[in-house]
């Protein structure tokens, strides 16, 4: 009796959950990051592992700790490349979304993501027949020079992202801010009121541009990644600002001026 | 000689010639020494520090958080907004009501899927 509640109690809040997933776009992201989310723990074991044995060379230095290192080693950066391109595979799902929104950007940044898919993949290739501890110092030195650009693809991707998702709350909002206009409940002196809309629109173009302009960022300066994600979340929440604002308009209109 | 007469002065007890008093330490409400009997007063007491211990825990789960008393924003006066009485769901016509409900539903979704943090500069 019990396990039967249990049971109706599971699918029922099963069926909550996957009617949240209501785009495929989203229903695949899901699965990807789970994926990517696996990845991650099975990375952060065997960094410990390395990390363990290593320790343990520097412990007592003899042949064998040496090649376990060795073998450590290899693993940990194996599994460190599959938790990334497991990463960017979601990620460049995950851009399916809001692709509508700027499908050549958008393309853009997905062949760059998948390119480094690719690049991870033939790197593990590599990785599996390194068996010296040399050769495996000088693939993490190229490792290093190659993550400034896989950082800046992927920053670049997630504010394309968001750049796209806030294009479409503007084009519901207009959509809407039409819709009230031409309502017939709607009394017509709320005409001037829609005038500061256009406005605000303008506005949230010229944040969402901003921030997309300061992922052109040059990389080549230095040898560590120059963060701009941050300075684009300032343009991407000012963008989000005007967008509540003209919100918050409209339902003043549609209150006030509704027969 | 002199030393005999003193030898008693600083030890009364120790007079022979008063009968000394056995102090028996024993109480009249001993405590009783059979094992089951203390294995349950130590049960007993565990109970009453472990229903202390919940008390206290439900106490401090339910207790309100202290009040803020930092100053709120004195709103800017903006003029380009309509000024209309209140704008809650319930005064807008249900026309509109799904398309506003969308609109700030996206409007409140955070679009962070940050990448993972490594050490790149780490070399095995």
Not at chain 1, 124 to 132: D, E, R, Y
Not at chain 1, 161 to 175: H, P, S, Y
Not at chain 1, 191 to 207: E, G, R
Request: aromatic content about 8%; some cysteine.
């Amino acid at each position: 009796m019990l396990l039967c509640f249990l049971i109706i109690l599971f699918t029922s809040f099963t069926r909550q959950v996957l009617a949240q997933e209501a785009t495929p776009a989203a229903g695949l992201f899901e699965t990807y990051k789970t994926d990517y989310l696996f990845q991650q723990k099975i990375y952060q074991e065997d960094y410990l592992d390395y990390f363990r044995k290593k320790q343990i060379h520097t412990q007592y230095g003899t042949l064998i700790t040496q090649k376990d290192k060795n073998e450590a080693t290899i693993k940990f950066l194996i599994t460190r490349n599959t938790m990334l391109k497991a990463y960017l595979l979601a990620l460049r799902v995950k851009l399916d979304q809001y692709e509508a929104q700027n499908p050549t950007d958008t393309e853009i940044a997905q062949i760059g993501l998948s390119k480094l898919e690719e690049w991870l993949v033939e790197q593990n290739t590599i990785l599996s027949s390194i068996n010296n501890e040399s050769d495996t110092s000088e693939w993490a030195e190229t490792f290093k020079n190659k993550y400034t650009d896989i950082q800046q693809q992927i920053y670049t991707s997630l504010v394309q992202n968001e750049a796209n998702q806030k294009t479409l709350v503007l084009k519901d909002i207009k959509k809407l801010a039409d819709d009230i206009k031409n309502s017939p409940k709607i009394k017509p002196e709320s005409q001037q009121w829609f005038s500061s809309l256009p406005t605000k629109s303008d506005l949230v173009i010229s944040a969402l541009n901003d921030a997309l302009k300061k992922t052109q960022k040059s990389q080549y300066s230095g040898s560590n990644f120059q963060d701009f994600y941050s300075e684009t979340k300032i343009d991407l929440n000012k963008a989000n600002g005007y967008l509540a604002e003209m919100v918050s308009n409209l339902k003043s209109i549609v209150v006030k001026f509704s027969n | 000689m002199r030393d005999n007469l003193l030898q008693n002065i600083d030890v009364p007890q120790d007079n022979p010639t008063v009968p000394t008093v056995n102090v028996s330490a024993d109480t009249k409400n001993k405590l009783p020494k059979n094992p089951k009997i203390i294995a349950l007063m130590i049960m007993i007491l565990l109970i009453v520090i472990l229903s202390i211990t919940a008390l206290i825990v439900s106490a401090a789960k339910t207790r309100r958080p202290p009040v803020k008393t930092t100053p709120t924003p004195t709103p800017v006066p903006n003029a380009e907004l309509v000024e209309a009485p209140t704008s809650s769901a319930s005064q807008i016509p249900k026309e509109f009501q799904i398309q506003f409900n969308e609109i700030e539903k996206e409007l409140l979704k955070t679009e962070n899927f940050l990448p993972p943090q490594i050490d790149s500069a780490l070399l095995p």
